[in-house]
């Protein structure tokens, strides 16, 4: 009759155990698990990989823009607009123009609006 009591008297005590150590377990987890990032982190990287590209294709068109080949010129013309360097854009537009004769789309691309400051 003794070992039910005894029993008995831990079952409470094994309870109340449990019932303190799954909070302190759940914080633990809570403080040392990863953060995750938010909407913005995430956008922030993949406009950083956006730029770097798009930096990289303005390199390496500026080396094949020399023979007026007409596709990289649009295309060199529209990066350097997406890029923000519009005094470097109307440098360009009139050198090629002068070398390589009118073009519509590096005219057009060469007179882009500069974006307002907010």
Same mark, same amino acid.
């Given at each position: 009759?003794?070992?039910?009591?005894?029993?008995?008297?831990?079952?409470?005590?094994?309870?109340?155990?449990?019932?303190?150590?799954?909070?302190?377990?759940?914080? *633990?987890?809570?403080?040392?698990?990863?953060?995750?990032? $938010?909407?913005?982190?995430?956008? +922030? =990287?993949?406009? @950083?990989?956006?730029?770097? *590209?798009?930096?990289?294709?303005?390199?390496?068109?500026? $080396?094949?823009?020399?023979?007026? +080949? =007409?596709?990289? @010129?649009?295309?060199?013309?529209?990066?350097?607009?997406?890029?923000?360097?519009?005094?470097?854009?109307?440098?360009?537009?009139?050198?090629?123009? @002068?070398?390589?004769?009118?073009?519509?789309?590096?005219?057009?691309?060469?007179?882009?609006?500069?974006?307002?400051?907010?």
């Amino acid at each position: 009759m003794t070992d039910v009591r005894a029993k008995a008297k831990i079952l409470p005590i094994l309870g109340l155990s449990l019932l303190l150590v799954f909070p302190i377990a759940n914080v *633990t987890a809570a403080i040392f698990a990863p953060k995750a990032k $938010t909407r913005a982190e995430i956008w +922030e =990287v993949e406009r @950083a990989d956006i730029i770097d *590209t798009r930096r990289s294709m303005i390199v390496e068109l500026r $080396t094949k823009v020399d023979h007026c +080949e =007409v596709t990289n @010129a649009h295309e060199l013309a529209r990066l350097l607009a997406m890029d923000g360097r519009f005094d470097e854009l109307g440098f360009f537009a009139q050198g090629y123009q @002068a070398q390589c004769g009118t073009d519509p789309v590096v005219d057009h691309w060469g007179k882009a609006p500069r974006p307002r400051a907010r």
